[in-house]
């Protein structure tokens, strides 16, 4: 998944061309909704497209837009309605000097900073937070519990993962700026916390990356996610973003639906599914809509 902790301007009006300042409407009858480039995004948004047809909305899917930054430029001009969002990861892009480490602090940090004409629905308990890993070996050769042991030992390491990883907070700027960890070797540039990070990882190209902690292949591989002690990485609640033009009641009444039944242990199991037993995102979103039905 793309290093969810996203920072970079963001928090200016939305453009009247953009419909940014309409109201709510009363009735929605068709919808588009947006996914990130990784599965659980896919998933999430597969989620909420079913939950809305259900309710007699027509549904677009627009999935594997990109990284935040792209799929944010989709819903502020309009092109998507609907996206899944993280609470601490959107509040980093749209205040990047934000400082909240609370859960509830951090959603409602990230309410009062959206732009006019977006909004996000009730947060979910389910959450997926962005880690960063080593190998047990690597671990172990340098006694690494904590990101600020790798201080000292950084100057032999390569790091490795998606380009975000590489800039944002959640990331080499923030172990730089919190814990003094400068790598010496060059950074690898591979994906969000998927194959081409896991093998690079487990073939010592490269010594610590990004995962996410719903990913079964921490624990399959014997990952160890480092503890963050200066809170570089934020609370993570999934949350669905919604341009205010597209939000109807009914439409929010769904959406909280899903929130409030969506586990961190069901998304677990749903995004392993997907990445390891190579379901589609579509099929597990149908599949576990049928074993939670909304009211």
Known sequence: MLGLAGCGGGGDQLGDSDAGSSPAPDKVTSITVGSADFSESQLLAEIYGQALAAKGVEVTQKPNIGNRETYMAAIKDGSVHLLPEYTGAALHYFKSDSTETEEQATYDALKSS??????????????????????????????????????????????????????????????????????????????????????????????????????????????????????????????????????????????????????????TEMVKRIDVGKESPNAVAKDWLSKNPLS
């Open 114 to 267: 959206l732009p006019s004409g977006l909004e996000v629905l009730e947060k979910s308990p389910a959450a997926d937070e962005d880690t960063i890993v080593v190998t047990k070996a690597t671990a172990d050769k340098y006694g690494l519990k904590t990101l600020a042991d790798l201080k000292p030992v950084a100057k032999d390491m390569a790091a490795g993962g998606s380009s975000e990883f590489k800039v944002r907070d959640a990331g080499l700027k923030g172990l730089k700026e919190k814990y003094g960890v400068e790598f010496g070797k060059e950074y690898k540039t591979l994906d969000a916390g998927g194959p081409l990070s896991l093998k690079a990882l487990l073939d010592n190209q490269i010594q610590v990356s990004n995962f996410f902690t719903t990913q079964a292949l921490i624990k399959d591989n014997n990952l160890i996610m480092l503890e963050d002690p200066e809170n570089i990485l934020p609370p993570n609640n999934v949350v669905p973003l919604i341009r205010t033009d597209h939000k109807s009641d009914d439409v929010a009444a769904a959406l909280n639906a899903v929130s409030a039944k969506l586990t961190t242990e069901a998304l």
